[in-house]
C-alpha cells in the first residue's frame, strides 16, 4: 500500500520539524514544507502531494483562501486545515471550506489525519 504524500505548510519552522517527524513516523511521506501561500501553491504544483496540511494562518495568504485556490488546480489535493486555535474559532468558514476536514495543532496525529481522509 503506497504512503500517503504530504506537504505541511506552516510558517512555523519548528511546527514543520515536529509534524513532519511525527507523520514520517506513522506512516506518511511528507513531499515537502512550505511556509507561507506563495510557496505553498508553488510547491503543491511541482509535487502534486496526495495531502496539504494547510495553517490557517499564513503571513500572506489565509488558509481558507488557499484552500479554494487548491481546491481548483488540476490534480487538487485533499487539505486538512490546521490551527492552534480551536474549530469553533472559524465556525461557517469550516463548513464552508473544501478542506477535507480540521486538526488543532495539539490534536495532529497519523491516526487523525488518517480518519479525515478516509
Known sequence: MARPTVLIVDDH???RVAARSLLESEGFA???EAEDGRDALTEAERLRPDVVLLDIQLPD???FT???RLAITAAAPDVV??????ATTYGARLTNSPARGFLAKR???GAA???LLA
Open 81 to 86: 486545515l490546521i490551527s492552534s486555535r480551536e
Open 113 to 115: 489525519l488518517a480518519r
Open 66 to 68: 488557499l484552500a479554494n
Open 107 to 109: 490534536e495532529l496525529s
Open 13 to 15: 519552522e519548528a511546527f
Open 61 to 63: 495568504i489565509d488558509g
Open 30 to 32: 511528507i513531499v515537502g
